[in-house]
């Protein structure tokens, strides 16, 4: 599959989008693509395990919980999910963590069918993230080779007609 259909089939009208490794830090990524993303009203969830609230989001601290929700049609916290199609998930964690995340996502019930994208942004990923998300199933739903969201997402957003 191309990286333009992969990144078309990350947005959808009713899709979940979270962010590993966002900051309150304005000079970092983590910041600026959760920033990117709420510009956009996207409904974005900052994952980060050290924080309360980024960007006036409440964050959660681990996937595991967005996913469950997800797949139970239930809301989490003040974040209303029990009707999206799925979750998208941008990383700008160090590769070392993204793969711990990938290994914890694969431990959640059901993930096959609630993960639909995985946007590896520049920095979080070296050959061990790609073999793990192969590993667990995920490879197909995975943007990467230097794609930045903030680039490409609006692209992105256009072909899914958002």
């Known amino acids: 599959m191309s990286m333009k259909l992969k990144i078309k089939q990350f947005f959808g009208p009713n899709r979940q989008y979270a962010v590993a490794g966002a900051s309150n830090n304005p000079s970092k990524f983590g910041y600026k693509i959760l920033n990117w993303y709420l510009q956009h009203d996207l409904s974005a969830i900052p994952i980060n395990p050290r924080e309360h609230e980024i960007l006036g989001q409440s964050v959660i601290s681990n996937i595991s919980e967005i996913i469950k929700a997800i797949d139970s049609k239930t809301n989490l916290n003040d974040y209303n999910i029990s009707k999206v199609d799925g979750l998208s998930i941008s990383f700008l964690t160090p590769p070392s963590i993204t793969v711990q995340t990938l290994k914890e996502i ?15 942004q520049p920095g979080s990923y070296d050959q ?24 490409r997402g609006e692209e992105g957003m256009i072909s899914a007609n958002l």
Do not use: H, T
């Open 128 to 151: 061990e993230v790609l073999d793990e998300a192969e590993k667990i199933g995920e490879f197909g739903k995975v943007i990467y080779q230097d794609e930045c969201i903030l680039v």
């Open 106 to 120: 694969s431990q959640v019930e059901n993930y096959q069918n609630v993960i639909k994208g995985l946007w590896f």
